[in-house]
Nanobody
Framework: QVQLVESGGGLVQAGGSLRLSCAASGLTFSSYGMGWFRQVSGKEREFVAAISWTGGSTYYADSVKGRFTISRDYAKNTVYLQMNSLKPEDTAVYLC???????????????WGQGTQVTVSS
């Protein structure tokens, strides 16, 4: 049974930082591209960042480029999202996903976590 469990969300002031983690189990982690998406209630799921199965390629939404960094640790089967210079508009539920293809489309991902809330106060 595949499980993706996010952690690290919380409340932070604008300009602050958070690091999200997503621990994967039940799949061959090294074979999957990993992505982070975010969702605000009533809106579509939005791509944030992705990293290829090799870790050699990373992709970012324009809105987070230069502020967020995605990385992965194969020994821990975990993907991270380091978020710096946070803005109130970054407030959302952040979800991680695993897929055999690394794309910006949520439709490409096969497995999803439950999400972790990030709230940025102004």
């Amino acid at each position: 049974q595949v499980q993706l469990v996010e952690s690290g969300g919380g409340l932070v002031q604008a300009g602050g930082s958070l690091r999200l983690s997503c621990a994967a189990s039940g799949l061959t982690f090294s074979s999957y591209g990993m992505g982070w998406f975010r969702q605000v209630s009533g809106k579509e799921r939005e791509f944030v960042a992705a990293i290829s199965w090799t870790g050699g390629s990373t992709y970012y939404a324009d809105s987070v480029k230069g502020r967020f960094t995605i990385s992965r640790d194969y020994a821990k089967n975990t993907v991270y999202l380091q978020m710096n210079s946070l803005k109130p508009e970054d407030t959302a539920v952040y979800l991680c996903a695993a897929g055999l293809a690394t794309t910006m489309s949520p439709n490409s991902y096969d497995y999803w976590g439950q999400g972790t809330q990030v709230t940025v106060s102004s």
